[in-house]
């Protein structure tokens, strides 16, 4: 396994994310070691192998610990899985770059490139957020909180780019919630259940995680502002796009 401190973290793995964290906590306890091992472990397997694939014998040899010694840090491997996943969800995938100076549209690209770019990269993880999901009720009404708050914080943040009262926040919430709905659908087709025709429109189409960004964020811009993006750079994919809405438009 590479050691975190010798190589160049991949700034989309979750697992490099937990890994660099740990070891920027500097000197722990043994104890805390322990458990962090346990933790990095469980990462691993469950991007590799799922959820429902993950036994707790395959966390204890990766981890070098007992079973008696893992149950004393989890009671048992769903409560480790949603230690986990809880920080997957809360911590990283929910993280965003500071938007200060940044325009509304290059805001929602960043957003949507990150986005992707880590669903494609813990793909495993992803499909155990909806496996657990399905499979420990509790934990769906986590997923679906944390959710809601992302969806909160978004809209909050367009909200923001509007003289106070020329906007309903409500009707931008439900527009955020449809467009999220759409992504969320999206990369769990493309990166969760492998659907081939949805691989095969999006190799097609827009086949960079930046492209997809790109294409997915200015359907997101219109949809909220009513137009194109006056600050969009120039790319492959939606340059076509916006001509062909043009010439609609004018025919």
Not at 27 to 32: A, F, L, T, V
Not at 134 to 146: K, S, T, Y
Not at 183 to 198: C, G, N, Q, Y
Request: aromatic share 8%; charged share 25%.
């Amino acid at each position: 396994m590479a050691n975190p401190t010798s190589a160049t973290p991949d700034a989309a793995s979750f697992r490099d994310w937990v890994a660099r964290r740990q070891h920027d906590a500097g000197p722990r306890r043994k104890g805390e070691r322990t458990r962090d091992r346990i933790r990095l472990a469980a990462v691993e397997l469950l991007n590799e192998g799922g959820y429902r694939q993950m036994k707790v014998s395959d966390v204890c040899e990766r981890a070098g610990v007992t079973p008696p010694v893992l149950y004393l840090y989890f009671e048992n491997k769903v409560a480790l899985t949603a230690n986990v996943l809880e920080e997957f969800l809360n911590q990283f995938m929910a993280a965003s770059a500071d938007g200060a100076g940044r325009t509304a549209y290059t805001a929602i690209h960043q957003a949507n490139l990150q986005w992707v770019s880590r669903a494609r990269a813990n793909a495993g993880l992803m499909r155990c957020l909806l496996d657990l999901s399905e499979d420990e009720p509790e934990f769906g009404v986590l997923f679906a909180r944390v959710s809601h708050t992302w969806y909160q914080r978004i809209a909050e943040s367009v909200v923001r780019r509007f003289p106070e009262g020329r906007v309903e926040r409500p009707a931008i919430e439900l527009v955020v919630y449809a467009l999220g709905g759409m992504i969320d659908e999206l990369t769990r087709k493309l990166f969760t259940s492998r659907a081939p025709e949805v691989i095969r429109l999006v190799g097609r189409v827009a086949p960079t995680d930046a492209a997809l960004a790109e294409f997915l964020s200015v359907l997101w811009y219109r949809a909220l502002y009513g137009g194109d993006p006056p600050d969009r750079v120039t790319r492959p994919v939606t340059p076509r796009l916006l001509v062909a809405a043009r010439k609609r438009r004018s025919a």
